[in-house]
C-alpha cells in the first residue's frame, strides 16, 4: 500500500527565505507523486508531479521537487519565499498506474513572515 | 473549460435534515471523487466513481451518507439525516485516465450543521 509523511505540520519562514517542505513515501512499486496547495477558501491545486524521466519537476509560482528514490523522499522547495506562497501544502502519492487512487498527506502549513 | 463546479458553496443546516451536495465534474473527465476535509481529520476519501460506477465506497462514514452519478456530467453527495459532526468543507474532484494527470479539485461546499 502507499502512504506518504509530511514531516512538520507547520513551517514558518521570513519573507525571500528558502522554502523545504518534506514529504517521504512509502510505495511498494515505482510511484507518481504529487504537490498541491490549497489557499484559504479554496481548493486544492496541483503545483507539479513526478511521473517517469527527470527527477527534478518544475511547476508553479516557482516551486520544484526533486525525486530522490534511494531517500524514498520529494521534498518540495522554492528559493525565495513570498508573501503570497502562505498555503496549506499537501503532498500525495499513488501506485503509479492509471487505476490507482492518489493518496494524500496530511498537509504542511507555509506561513510566510514579513 | 469551467473546471469541477461545485454548488452549493455554502450550506447551514440543522440537525436531522437532509443535505444535498452536487458536483460536475470537467468534461471528459471518467473518474469522479468526493472528499471531505476537517481540521481534526483533515483530508478524506469517502467515495470515488469511474464512468459513473461507484468503485470504492470504503470511507463513506455510515449509511446516513449516500452518492450517486447519474451521467457523467453530475454527481451529488446526500446526507439524511445531518449531524452536527457532519459538519465539514466538502470537496469533488475529477480527472481521467485515474492517477496519471493528478486531479482537479472543485472549490468546495462548506457545511454547517447546527
Known amino acids: 500500500a502507499q502512504s506518504v509523511t509530511q514531516l512538520g505540520s507547520h513551517v514558518s519562514v521570513s519573507e525571500g527565505a528558502l522554502v523545504l517542505l518534506r514529504c517521504n513515501y512509502s510505495?511498494?512499486?515505482?510511484?507518481?507523486l504529487f504537490w498541491y496547495v490549497q489557499y484559504p477558501n479554496q481548493g486544492l491545486q496541483l503545483l507539479l508531479k513526478?511521473?517517469?524521466?527527470?527527477?527534478l519537476v518544475k511547476g508553479i509560482n516557482g516551486f520544484e521537487a526533486e525525486f530522490k528514490k534511494s531517500e524514498t523522499s520529494f521534498h518540495l522547495t522554492k528559493p525565495s519565499a513570498h508573501m503570497s506562497d502562505a498555503a496549506e501544502y499537501f503532498c500525495?502519492?499513488?501506485?503509479?498506474?492509471?487505476?490507482?487512487?492518489?493518496?494524500f498527506g496530511s498537509g504542511t502549513r507555509l506561513s510566510i513572515r514579513p | 473549460d469551467a473546471g469541477v463546479i461545485q454548488s452549493p458553496r455554502h450550506e447551514v443546516t440543522e440537525m436531522g435534515q437532509e443535505v444535498t451536495l452536487r458536483c460536475k465534474p470537467i468534461?471528459?473527465?471518467?473518474?469522479l471523487f468526493w472528499y471531505r476535509q476537517t481540521m481534526m481529520r483533515g483530508l478524506e476519501l469517502l467515495i470515488y466513481?469511474?464512468?459513473?460506477?461507484?468503485?470504492?465506497d470504503s470511507g463513506m462514514p455510515e449509511d446516513r451518507f449516500s452518492a450517486k452519478m447519474p451521467n457523467a456530467s453530475f454527481s451529488t453527495l446526500k446526507i439524511q439525516p445531518s449531524e452536527p459532526r457532519d459538519s465539514a468543507v466538502y470537496f469533488c474532484?475529477?480527472?481521467?485516465?485515474?492517477?496519471?494527470?493528478?486531479?482537479?479539485f472543485g472549490s468546495g461546499t462548506r457545511l454547517t450543521v447546527v
Open positions: 513526478y511521473t517517469t524521466g527527470a527527477t
Open positions: 474532484a475529477s480527472t481521467f485516465d485515474g492517477s496519471y494527470y493528478g486531479y482537479t
Open positions: 500525495a502519492v499513488s501506485r503509479g498506474s492509471s487505476a490507482s487512487k492518489i493518496i
Open positions: 466513481f469511474n464512468n459513473n460506477v461507484p468503485i470504492d
Open positions: 468534461s471528459g473527465h471518467d473518474y
Open positions: 510505495s511498494s512499486v515505482p510511484p507518481y
